[in-house]
């Protein structure tokens, strides 16, 4: 199985900041990688998928970039509404493999 | 629009079987694959299989293996997981969700972007 680690796995950040979250895979997955955001008691949502494309509605403040095993998920101009966990999954390969999820809180 | 309707919450004692329904609605053709996921109180997501809207095609973890089975009844458009011999570990929220090839730049790929709402399973004695 695609092993996928995430950093950090928690984060502190005010309204208006910019963060940044890393995943890396322990093999090469090209640009099959998504991220997800979740709240609490809630489904997760995608956000992004193919590495970079943004789902339909997504703000474009969210970016995703990378290829191959490592990629970023940057959030700018951070709002209430962006504090919530964020999970990477890759789509290479099965079984379909997740980050252990990066908990963005507010400062 | 689509969507998917997960079934009631469950509570089972340790050794039991629990199903766990999910409606589709809005779809013209049922999705091609749907995906089953949980996620233990506090914990992160963790796959668990997919199954073919046509109920051709299944694959599972090789973690749930022999415990675990998906269908999908095309009548009433709705797909089942079954867990069997339940664990105090299987407690856990249940989802289901859609895997769809998403068409982006340069590529299709494939992404969960339909989620049903979750279906909480308590493994208590």
């Known amino acids: 199985d695609i092993q996928m680690t995430q950093s ?9 900041d910019s963060v940044t979250i890393t995943c890396r895979a322990n093999q090469i997955i090209r640009s099959h990688l998504n991220w997800y955001q979740q709240k609490p008691g809630k489904a997760p949502d995608l956000l992004i998928f193919g590495a970079s494309n943004l789902h339909t509605g997504v703000p474009p403040r969210f970016r995703g970039s990378g290829s191959g ?4 998920l940057t959030i700018r101009n951070l709002q209430p509404a962006d504090f919530a966990t964020y ?16 908990k963005l809180d507010m400062k | ?23 589709t609605s809005g779809y013209t053709v049922l999705p091609y694959k749907i995906t089953w996921l949980r996620q233990a109180p506090g914990q992160g997501l963790e796959w668990m299989g997919w199954i073919s809207g046509d109920n051709s095609q299944t694959e599972y973890t090789q973690k749930l293996q022999g415990r675990v089975s998906m ?7 709705t797909v089942y ?17 859609t895997e769809t090839l998403v068409r982006g ?3 299709y790929y494939y992404a969960l972007d339909v989620w049903g709402q979750g279906t909480a399973v308590t493994v208590s004695s």
Not at chain 1, 87 to 102: A, I
Not at chain 2, 71 to 77: F, G, H, I, V
Request: one cysteine or more; proline letters at 6%; a neutral charge.
């Open chain 1, 8 to 16: 950090p796995s928690s984060l502190s950040a005010s309204v208006g």
């Open chain 1, 69 to 72: 095993a490592n990629f970023t």
């Open chain 1, 87 to 102: 999970y990477c999954q890759q789509t290479s390969t099965f079984p379909r493999t997740f980050g252990q999820g990066t």
């Open chain 2, 1 to 23: 629009q689509v969507q998917l309707v997960q079934s009631g919450p469950e509570v089972q004692n340790p050794g039991a079987s629990v199903r766990v329904s999910c409606k």
């Open chain 2, 71 to 77: 269908t999908t009844d095309t009548s009433t458009r």
């Open chain 2, 81 to 97: 997981m079954e867990l069997t011999s339940l664990r105090f570990e299987d407690s856990a929220v249940y989802f289901c969700a």
């Open chain 2, 105 to 107: 730049a340069p590529y």
